[in-house]
């Protein structure tokens, strides 16, 4: 498998403008994940679905951020409208079972996203 | 609150030496705990997950250590390597959907 596959590697935009990251998860994964790092906060868990459904999206920041899994195999985040302080690394992860579950969460090469 | 804290922030070693990474955490009820080793520019990558019952976990020349009566985890890296150099991230899961992040070490290995 070619592992987590993630779209575009690096973004530059302007604020305002509207950002869609995508990810693809490893087949047979039921879980995919979307994580945003930065130098100040860390890694952190923005959204995750099991079986295509939203489970927790406690920490997607604002309603500007929404993410859409419309199939096993694709998924997206996407921002609207950008701020700078959206700037980081954007992370997608898939994974056999839930969040907290004993089981190894594969992560993709992330998005390096600028918002100017 | 749930928190994960890791030490030291930063450390350098030489290449061969070994050294041991922290991490303590509050999150309860805990499920299990994973250390991450993440390259400069690319995905963390697991390296071990450990349940309550389990206390030692090696993968190669890593070994993490877990006491669940303090609430405290280490991860021992023997004999370092160049590729060593990277961050380390201890995450805890409470169960279900609920994990919290550890800030990362960051380990440079010097020749």
């Known amino acids: 498998d070619a592992g987590v596959i993630q779209s575009p590697r690096h973004e530059v935009t302007e604020m305002g403008q509207e950002v869609t990251l995508r990810c693809k998860p490893i087949?047979?994964?039921?879980?995919l994940f979307w994580y945003r790092q930065t130098m100040m906060r860390g890694l952190e868990l923005l959204i995750y679905?099991?079986?295509?459904?939203?489970?927790?999206d406690s920490g997607m920041p604002e309603d500007r951020f929404s993410a859409k899994m419309p199939n096993a195999s694709f998924s997206t985040l996407k921002i609207q409208p950008s701020e700078p302080r959206d700037s980081a690394v954007y992370f997608c992860a898939s994974s056999l079972g839930l969040a907290g579950d004993v089981e190894t969460q594969y992560f993709g090469p992330g998005t390096r996203l600028l918002v100017l | 609150k749930n928190q994960v804290e890791q030490s030291p922030q930063s450390l350098i070693i030489l290449e061969g030496k070994n050294c041991t990474l922290q991490?303590?955490?509050?999150?309860?009820?805990?499920?299990?705990l994973r250390w991450y080793k993440q390259d400069t520019g690319r995905g963390p990558v697991s390296l071990t997950i450990m349940t309550f019952s389990e206390n030692t976990k090696s993968n190669g020349r890593y070994t993490a250590t877990l006491d669940a009566d303090t609430k405290q985890s280490s991860l021992h890296i023997t004999a370092s390597q160049l590729s060593d150099s990277a961050s380390y991230i201890c995450?805890?899961?409470?169960?279900?959907?609920?994990?919290?992040f550890g800030g990362g070490t960051r380990v440079l290995v010097k020749p």
């Open positions: 679905f099991n079986n295509n459904v939203p489970i927790d």
């Open positions: 087949s047979g994964h039921n879980s």
């Open positions: 991490c303590n955490y509050t999150v309860s009820p805990f499920s299990n």
């Open positions: 995450v805890v899961s409470a169960g279900g959907n609920k994990l919290t």
